[in-house]
Nanobody
């Protein structure tokens, strides 16, 4: 059924870059906006950026604005997060999900771990 598979995380130094990917299946991908969520250690999951279904509009929380860029490829059912100028506070697990949320169940992938440390 619905699958959301995040990848691309890893260990990076402060100031470095990573590009995360999310492969989606089991629903009409192009009908939904998509967001990236960040869950810092010991904290609740937080939406940090989203992109509309057509890719025409994006939004970012202030803490990542100017550093992160969300994009999508509707032909490949993929959404990406380019992360630049990484800070230790960016450390945590990153998840993608639809906006609005899919009906019927609380679908989440496994997430991908990002660690920013010197």
């Amino acid at each position: 059924q619905v699958q959301l598979v995040e990848s691309g995380g890893g260990l990076e130094q402060p100031g470095g870059s990573l590009k995360l990917s999310c492969a989606a299946s089991g629903f009409a991908f192009s009908n939904y906006g998509l967001g990236w969520y960040h869950q810092a250690p010991g904290k609740e999951r937080e939406l940090v950026t989203f992109i509309t279904s057509s890719g025409g509009k994006v939004n970012y929380v202030d803490s990542v604005k100017g550093r992160f860029t969300i994009s999508r490829d509707n032909g490949k059912n993929m959404v990406y997060l380019q992360m630049n100028s990484l800070k230790p506070e960016d450390t945590g697990v990153y998840y993608c999900n639809t906006i609005p949320r899919l009906p019927g169940a609380d679908y989440w992938g496994q997430g991908t771990q990002v660690t920013v440390s010197s």
